[in-house]
C-alpha cells in the first residue's frame, strides 16, 4: 500500500467490502504485504472476522497480534489508547501495520457518534507517524450514514480494485458534527456538588448503580470514574457540577455537568506518559466504561459513561 494520508507517513484509509470474499481480498494482502516488510501487524476486528483471517493467514497467523474489537473497543474512545496506540507505541521503530473495525453492524444509536468520532479523531492522533490502519467497512449491512461519514474520516478510500483520494475528507467537521448535545430522560434526579460533597457524590452514585442492578466490581469502576470526574470538575469545572444516575436499556448510566469547556478533542485518548503528572482522569473512565458520550460547548461540558448490567 503506496498511498499515504495529508501530513506524512500516516496511511488511514477505509475499505468498503460486501461479504466474506471481498473481506479476505481487501485484508490479507495489506497483512501479508507487512510481514514481508518486517512491519509488526495487528487485526483489531470483531470476532466473527477474526476467525475468518486466521484461516485465511494458516501459519502466518501466528506473527499476527489478534485483539477482538468486540471486547477491546466496545467503548470507542478506548480504542486509540487501549488498542492501536497500545500496540504501536510498543514496537521499535518502523512503519507498523493495523487492521482496525470499529464500526459493525448492530452498533448502537448512543454508540456510533462515538465511533464516527473516534474515526475522525485517529488522524491526529497518528499524524505524521509511520503506521498503517486499514479501516473495513461492511458496506452491504451499514447505514448509508455511516458509509457517508467514512469518506470524511478517512482521506483515501478502497472499493474492490479501486483506491481514490476522498474528495469529502473532513475529520474535524465530524468531530463537530458528533459533538452534540445529549439530552436528559425525564424524571431523572440530579444531585450537585462542589469539593466538600465528593465523598458524598460518589457513594450517591455506588448506591444508585447498585439499586439499577450493578454488581461486584462493576460498582467499583463506577466509584471510580465518578470520583475522577466530579473531581474534575471541582478543579477544571469551575468549582462544581451535577451528577445523574439511571438506567437504560440493561445499562446504569452516570453523567457529569459542569461549566468546564474541554479545548481538546484528544483528552482521555492518549496514553498517560510515566512522568504525566495529572491528566488521566477522562483516559481512566474511558477505559472503565462501556461506552463514554461527551458533549462540550459555550455553556460547559458533559461526560456520559455507560456500564453494562
Known sequence: MTMSAPG???VHPALFYRGDQEYVAGTVPFILGGLEAGEPVAVAVPGNRLALLMGELGSYAGAVRFIDMTQAGRNPGRIIPGVLRAFADAQPPGRVRIIGEPIWPGRTAAEYPACAQHEALINAAFHGRPVSILCPYDAARLDATVLADAYATHPHIIDGDRQWASCAYRPDAIVARYNQ???VPPGVAAITFSGPELPA???FAVRCARE???GGVRLEDVALAVAEL?????????GSGTLRVWGQDRQVVCEVRDRGQLADPLAGRRPAQREQAGGRGLLLVNLLADLVRLHTGEEGTTVRCYFAC
Open 181 to 183: 448535545p445529549l439530552e
Open 212 to 214: 439499577l442492578g450493578l
Open 8 to 10: 506524512g507517513p500516516f
Open 230 to 238: 466530579t473531581t474534575n470538575s471541582v478543579v477544571h469545572g469551575g
Open 201 to 203: 457524590v460518589r457513594h
